[in-house]
């Protein structure tokens, strides 16, 4: 067992003004052809960073020569990309975890391997160094691009490779993709947190915001583009901070969507917006722009403004109002969605009802909502609750049922409406029907000729349900 590095969450939490490095992704030379023959199995959990983090992982499989499986007993490799933010997300992998043990019994040649948020907490390594000691390879979010060194130590050494980092963390340039659409993408423009929100594991498993340079970020559109990519998702967790950490600090998320919106790109979104930063500015270029979509995600996380000052969230309900009233009035057919918690310590009922409140007046076509889960190494893990799991899961129940409504209202306007919709597939349950998503983000099954996948065509709505819409094409 090599243990390079382990976690430590309290060198997480610093942030000093060290300037952040962009360095190039290199293979060393003597690992070459590590996977031909071999297959891989990626399971990932949890948020579109851990998404775009394993195209990256599968891209540096691929060029190694294994090829994907989605059948474990065929797997040499199997990786779980796993996602920190909530105790259940954590108790799922620990699980598969658990079940990967036999399927080692019988394959002893079989590599397991565990990446992304988890391994940056101390009590996961302890937890797998003492329970779970058929895992081959542990490593973070900081050091993906090392993944292919400690596979070949593991596969020509026969070792187990342990290695986290707790630092601040770089920026790595021209990392492979093997992306899992073809006309759809995430393109990462940030990295890392610097909001601290109290109940958040976050900007202590991806470390200090890092926003990449314009240049490059361009550059990765331009070829997706090439490529015949039609549609970008710009992904941080903090996107309207972007530029912040620049030291000439002149250039901003407004100004990056504007640039980007002038390439020849048919759709861009983009994801996620704190509302604290949300400026007029942006809000122009959306309403502006036609390729930049009207389709907000806004977490707003509750409605009650002593909860929201518990949170650290920054603004008040007044302010978060204010600032969709503003969206509303310059951006008329967007769609907003958000996440809420709801059982944050100190909650009470009447807070709880400031939330409903905020849900209908913000008039959200859909939200993710969550039980507040008790992160170790937060300042809320500190404060001290008296709301039990039933009242958490009750006002769960009653924020959900509003919601709905929200999503079945944000379907039913497009009843009758021509949209536009890109085309991506054959629907997931449904192998005999197109799906798609419109310029609002809805989900369309629709019917139509196969030759319209890939484009952006006008469909009919003839049916809107709680979840999706139905049509058929009018127009190529
Ligand atoms: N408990 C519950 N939900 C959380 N989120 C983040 N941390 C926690 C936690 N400790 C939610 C927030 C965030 C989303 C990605 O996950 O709503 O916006
Ligand atoms: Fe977590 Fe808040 Fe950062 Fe979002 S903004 S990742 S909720 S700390």
């Known amino acids: 067992m090599d243990i390079l590095n382990r976690p430590d969450l309290r060198m997480a939490r610093k942030r000093s003004k060290k300037k952040v490095e962009t360095v190039e992704y290199k293979t060393d030379t003597h690992i070459r052809n590590l996977g031909v023959g071999k297959k891989y199995l990626i399971q990932t959990h949890g948020c579109q960073a851990n998404e775009a983090d394993t195209e990256v992982i599968k891209g540096m499989l691929e060029s190694q020569g294994f090829t994907e499986t989605n059948i474990i007993e065929d797997s040499d490799l199997i990786l779980i990309n796993t996602c920190a933010i909530r105790e259940n997300a954590e108790n799922k992998v620990f699980g598969e975890l658990g079940r990967l043990k036999s399927f080692k019994k019988i394959n002893p040649d079989l590599i397991i391997a565990v990446a992304g948020c988890m391994p940056q907490e101390e009590a996961t390594i302890e937890r797998i160094l003492s329970k ?13 691009d090392r993944f292919l060194n400690y596979l070949y130590v593991v596969m020509k050494e026969h070792k187990k490779m342990i290695e986290v980092i707790s630092e601040e963390g770089n920026i790595v340039e021209h990392l492979p993709h093997a992306r899992d659409h073809r006309y759809k993408g995430w393109v990462n423009i940030m990295f890392g947190c610097d909001e601290f929100c109290t109940y958040c594991i976050v900007p202590y498993t991806r470390g200090k915001e890092r926003s990449r340079r314009k240049e490059f970020i361009i550059e990765e559109v331009k070829q997706m ?7 970008i998702t710009l992904l941080g967790q903090n996107v309207n901070s972007y530029g912040l950490d620049f030291e000439e600090n002149d250039y901003s998320f407004a100004n990056l969507l504007d640039d980007l919106s002038d390439l020849d790109i048919e759709r861009i979104r983009f994801t996620t917006s704190h509302p604290k930063d949300f400026s007029d500015d942006l809000i122009d270029v959306i309403a502006r722009k036609p390729n930049v979509m009207p389709y907000i995600h806004l977490p707003v996380q509750s409605g009650s403004n002593k909860v929201l000052k518990k ?9 978060y109002l204010d600032l969709v009233d503003r969206i509303y009035k310059k951006i008329p057919n967007v769609s907003l969605t958000t996440d809420i918690i709801v059982g944050f310590p100190t909650e009470t009922e009447e807070d709880f009802q400031e939330t409903l409140d905020l849900v209908r007046k913000a008039k959200f076509e859909g939200a993710y909502t969550f039980v507040y889960s008790r992160r170790k190494g937060t300042p809320a893990a500190s404060y001290e609750s ?9 006002r769960l129940h009653r924020l959900n049922e509003l919601v709905n409504e929200g999503y079945a209202y944000g379907n039913k306007r497009f009843e009758n409406k021509i949209v536009k919709v890109l085309v991506e597939g054959y629907s997931k349950t449904n192998t005999s029907v197109l799906s798609g998503h419109t310029e609002n983000n809805k989900l369309v099954n629709l019917t139509g000729d196969e030759s319209v996948i890939g484009k952006i065509v006008d469909v009919k709505i003839t049916k809107s349900k709680t979840w999706s819409l139905e049509g058929h094409v009018v127009s190529k």
């Open 132 to 144: 779970y000691k058929h895992v081959d390879i542990v490593f973070g979010t900081h050091n993906i």
């Open 386 to 394: 008296n709301i039990t799991e039933a009242e958490a899961k009750d």
């Open 225 to 231: 583009i090439a490529k015949g990519y039609k549609e």
């Open 311 to 319: 949170m650290n969230r920054k603004y008040t309900k007044e302010q």
